[in-house]
C-alpha cells in the first residue's frame, strides 16, 4: 500500500548544478501536484498536472520545469539550482482536480533539497 | 487577496487534554475547507473535508466546526494523545481553484 512515492529523500547540490525529483502514485488518480514547504509558509504549488498530458504552472513555477510521464509519474526539474531553492519537496495526488471534486490530496513524505 | 490564516502558531499541552485550533479566511466564492496533519518529516495527512452546508464533522477525536458566515473554523481535538504531536494545517480553495494553505499550528503533547 505505497500510494505516492517521492525519490530521492535527501539530496544536497551546488549552485548551477541540475536535477530531476522522482514522483510516483499507485491510486490511480488523475491529478498530480508538486509543492515546496519553507519554514514559516504554507505549501506553495509548483506546478500540476489536472490530468495525464496536461500540466501547468502554480504559484511558484520559475526555475522548474515538469513532466506528466504517465498516469502513475510526475517529475520536478531544476535546470539550474539556486540557493533559494532550498526547500521540502511534496508531491501530491488527487482522485480528480479539486475544481470539481472534494477528494483530498495524498502526499508522499518529501524530498529534502539543500542548494549550497 | 485570498488568505489563510490560523492561531496559535504554536501549542504546548498536557496529554489528555483538551485543545481547539483556529483558522481565518478570507477566500470567496467559498467551496471547501480542508483540514490536513502533518507529522515532523511526513507529509501532510487529511483528517477532513467540509462544504458550505456542513458546520460541524468528527473523525475520531478530532471535530472540526464551520461558520461560512464569520469565515472561521476550527479544530477540536479530544482526550489528546502523544501521537497528536503535529502540525495542523487549514486549506482553501482559492478563486482560480488552487489550494491556499495555511501556516499551519504545530502542536505539542507533553507526558
Known amino acids: 500500500n505505497a500510494g505516492v512515492t517521492q525519490t530521492p529523500k535527501f539530496q544536497v547540490l551546488k549552485t548551477g548544478q541540475s536535477m530531476t525529483l522522482q514522483c510516483a502514485q499507485d491510486?490511480?488518480?488523475?491529478?498530480m501536484y508538486w509543492y515546496r514547504q519553507d519554514p514559516g509558509m504554507g505549501l506553495r504549488l509548483i506546478y500540476y498536472?489536472?490530468?495525464?498530458?496536461?500540466?501547468d504552472k502554480g504559484e511558484v513555477p520559475n526555475g522548474y520545469n515538469v513532466s506528466r510521464l504517465n498516469k502513475r509519474e510526475f517529475s520536478l526539474r531544476l535546470e539550474s539550482a539556486a540557493p533559494s531553492q532550498t526547500s521540502v519537496y511534496f508531491c501530491?495526488?488527487?482522485?480528480?482536480?479539486?475544481?470539481?471534486?472534494?477528494?483530498?490530496?495524498?502526499f508522499g513524505d518529501g524530498t529534502r533539497l539543500s542548494i549550497l | 487577496k485570498n488568505q489563510v490564516e490560523q492561531s496559535p502558531q504554536s501549542l504546548i499541552i498536557l496529554e489528555g487534554k483538551n485543545c481547539t485550533l483556529q483558522c481565518n479566511y478570507t477566500v470567496s466564492p467559498f467551496s471547501n475547507l480542508r483540514w490536513y496533519k502533518q507529522d515532523t518529516g511526513r507529509g501532510p495527512v487529511s483528517l477532513t473535508i467540509m462544504t458550505f452546508s456542513e458546520n460541524t464533522k468528527s473523525n475520531g477525536r478530532y471535530t472540526a466546526t464551520l461558520d461560512a458566515d464569520t469565515k472561521q473554523s476550527s479544530l477540536h481535538i479530544t482526550a489528546s494523545q502523544l501521537s497528536d504531536s503535529a502540525s495542523y494545517i487549514c486549506?482553501?480553495?482559492?478563486?482560480?481553484?488552487?489550494?491556499?494553505w495555511g501556516a499551519g499550528t504545530k502542536l505539542i503533547i507533553k507526558p
Open positions: 486549506v482553501v480553495p482559492g478563486s482560480n481553484y488552487q489550494l491556499i
Open positions: 498536472s489536472a490530468s495525464e498530458g496536461t500540466t
Open positions: 491510486m490511480n488518480h488523475n491529478s
Open positions: 501530491a495526488s488527487s482522485d480528480g482536480w479539486h475544481k470539481e471534486s472534494n477528494q483530498p490530496q495524498h
